[in-house]
Nanobody
């Protein structure tokens, strides 16, 4: 069993910051990829940021320069530092991992609401 526990979501004013965390636990030997996705009401789930085991990162154009993804391999934890938040960043944010086994797992989601 693998579990992903997300934390750090909440309500913030535009221009503010939040830091999301995603801790993976259970039968995981290695995590190859850690992602953050988000889904706003009425929209499809979209990739926000990705970090692979070597440390390379990928960002959606809409968050480049504002969001930073990082990971602590010793703790099997990923972070998403979100700065200069905008109302259009409002969504449920989901953590996703691809384990060394090839299986992928999703977290339960954490709500981020940015007020104007």
């Amino acid at each position: 069993q693998v579990q992903l526990v997300e934390s750090g979501g909440g309500l913030v004013q535009a221009g503010g910051s939040l830091r999301l965390s995603c801790a993976a636990s259970g039968s995981i030997f290695r995590i190859n990829v850690m992602d953050w996705y988000r889904q706003a009401p009425g929209k499809q789930r979209e990739l926000v940021a990705r970090i692979i085991s070597g440390g390379s990162t990928v960002y959606a154009d809409s968050v480049k320069g504002r969001f930073t993804i990082s990971r602590d391999n010793a703790k099997n934890t990923a972070y998403l530092q979100m700065n200069s938040l905008k109302p259009e960043d409002t969504a449920v944010y989901y953590c996703h991992i691809v384990a060394g086994s090839g299986y992928s797992y999703w977290g339960q989601g954490t709500q981020v609401t940015v007020s104007s």
